[in-house]
């Protein structure tokens, strides 16, 4: 009798009936089982006295004639194969040793040129060919490229998939297996194992990670103690002014004081003088009416008259001097006076509202005051570079001034539009007074922050902070204090602020990173060397209470 046999590639069953003999209407049962069958094709292979045998596709019972023993009816899959290729103790440059798993789909694209080139000398020797066995087949043939390919490269590179990725596995697969009829459709997945290499890039990502959150603590500690070394000199400073303010006063009233009491003096003294002269011209009449007949002694009492009338002239313009001096002097000390007043009041004054020349002389060109002050300035030479809007901030009074303000534990959500085209960098300057990168993170890398202009984005969204995997790590975009500003920045220019190494903290649980002051200088020069309209900027400021 014929034989039948299954290329078993779906599962693992053997469907084989072997040589049995058959009864007519049995075979012509199975036949029509055979071909009926879904997702396969059928072909019959006879083989005539000659020892030349031929294989014809069969798509109806009708068309097989008298079959003979050595006949072989054949049905094969046509659907795609799930497949998974393994790899034990392959060696990188470095002698790591791991495993390699590559898992996919093939599909039998030329079943007549499969039967004739493999399937049926394997069909001669079982009635049956299983995935495991086609498997194993595949898996020697690629196994001397891959292991050649392997020992190039080092396990961590490999790892990463940046040396061989998932095209690169497709495009040489089947470059290795060389069989015409069979399709890859697919690889889905590589997988790389290796417990030593993976043990000891963990420790070694550890061991940086420690030695980062220490360098952290220590650049923290000593902003903390630079800012308390500030605020003690700037209470210093404000003291010293008030007590030179009060002095002053005092000053003034002294001088007022003394003022006054020489003006009095210099008064008296012209009254006595003025008395004296008339007591003086009264005698010397009284002598000229005495020597009237006496005419030379007259003469020479009239003319000390007169210069004793010349003294007092010239006297009394003394006091004149005095006087006025005494004046000049006390608006001169007045002057004074409201001079330093308006140093202490300049000196007072909050950072945020002085501008970055100004804050330049008082030596304050880094930090987080003098980026905003930087990034205002530029927000109102170019005023619509980047428009920025936040539905939850509502505004209050304070003082003479209306400000918008956000309560703690509301959502920090808002978004943005450009116009212009552009790496987007987000920035956030805390009421803790830490500037914060939140784009690009460990969700978006540094080439895919790009935006359109014109188009509106939200953050968090689907561009530059993804919401869902936030979500997904156990993370929430709200404010959580302490009261106090807050500003947060969109800065938009033609090639990305950030590099790798700003983003080598930022982890999926932890996605945010603080920069330092270091870092916030290099960002200031990078800016400053970009032409004016390289780059654009857009601000939200409010109260956090």
């Not at 939850?392 to 001034?401: A, V």
């Amino acid at each position: 009798m014929f034989q039948i046999g299954i290329i078993n590639i779906v599962t693992s069953l053997n469907l084989g009936l072997g040589n049995f003999r058959l009864r007519y209407y049995k075979q012509k049962k199975l036949l029509q089982e055979c071909v009926s069958c879904p997702d396969t094709e059928t072909y019959l292979c006879k083989s005539f006295a000659d020892g030349t045998e031929r294989l014809e596709r069969v798509t109806s019972v009708k068309q097989v004639g008298r079959l003979n023993d050595s006949d072989i009816c054949v049905r094969v899959t046509t659907t795609g194969i799930s497949y998974e290729l393994s790899y034990a103790g392959l060696r990188d440059q470095e002698r790591t040793e791991f495993d390699l798993v590559v898992v996919g789909t093939w599909k039998i694209s030329n079943r007549r040129a499969f039967l004739q080139e493999y399937g049926l000398e394997h069909l001669k020797t079982g009635n049956s060919i299983a995935v495991a066995s086609f498997e194993s087949t595949i898996t020697e043939r690629c196994r001397q490229g891959i292991s050649d390919k392997i020992q190039t490269l080092s396990y961590d590179l490999i790892k990463n998939q940046a040396a061989l990725p998932v095209d690169w596995w497709k495009n040489m697969l089947p470059q290795w297996i060389g069989f015409d009829w069979l399709e890859l459709v697919e690889v889905k997945e590589v997988r790389y194992e290796s417990a030593t290499a993976d043990r000891t890039a963990e420790m070694k990502r550890r061991r940086e990670l420690l030695a980062l959150e220490d360098a952290e603590r220590e650049e923290e500690r000593e902003r903390k103690l630079v800012q308390q070394r500030e605020q003690a000199e700037y209470e210093e400073a404000v003291q010293s002014l008030k007590v030179s303010q009060e002095l002053s006063n005092d000053r003034l009233e002294k001088l007022s004081w003394e003022h006054e009491q020489q003006v009095l003096q210099l008064e008296r003294e012209s009254e006595i003088a003025t008395l004296k002269h008339e007591s003086e011209k009264a005698e010397l009449l009284a002598k000229i009416e005495d020597s009237r007949n006496r005419k030379e002694a007259a003469q020479e009492i009239l003319r000390r008259a007169e210069e004793a009338e010349g003294h007092t002239a010239e006297r009394l313009r003394a006091i004149e001097d005095a006087i006025r001096e005494q004046a000049e002097a006390a608006l001169f000390a007045k002057r004074v006076v409201q001079n330093g007043m308006d140093i202490t009041s300049r000196m007072i004054a909050t950072v945020a509202g002085v501008s970055t020349s100004t804050l330049s002389l008082l030596g304050k060109t880094s930090g987080p005051a003098y980026l905003a002050q930087v990034f205002r300035e530029k927000n109102a030479t170019s005023p619509g570079a980047v428009i920025m809007e936040k539905v939850e901030l509502r505004t209050r009074d304070i003082g003479t001034k209306r400000v918008d303000t956000l309560a703690i534990n509301s959502p920090l959500c808002f978004e943005f539009r450009a116009n212009r085209a552009g790496y987007a960098t987000v920035l956030n300057i805390g009421t803790s007074g830490r500037v914060y990168l939140q784009s690009p993170n460990a969700y978006v890398g540094i080439g895919r922050g790009q935006v359109e202009a014109g188009k509106r984005y939200q953050v968090p969204g689907a561009e530059l902070l993804p919401a869902e995997e936030m979500r997904h790590n156990g993370l929430a975009y709200w404010e959580v204090g302490p009261p106090g500003w807050e500003e947060l920045i969109v800065i938009i220019s033609n090639e990305p602020l950030m590099t790798n190494a700003d983003l080598f903290r930022s982890m999926a649980s932890k996605p945010f990173v603080t920069l330092s002051t270091e870092r916030i200088e290099q960002l200031l020069d990078q800016l400053a060397e970009l032409p004016v309209d390289g780059w654009g900027v857009g601000m939200l400021s409010f109260l956090v209470e």
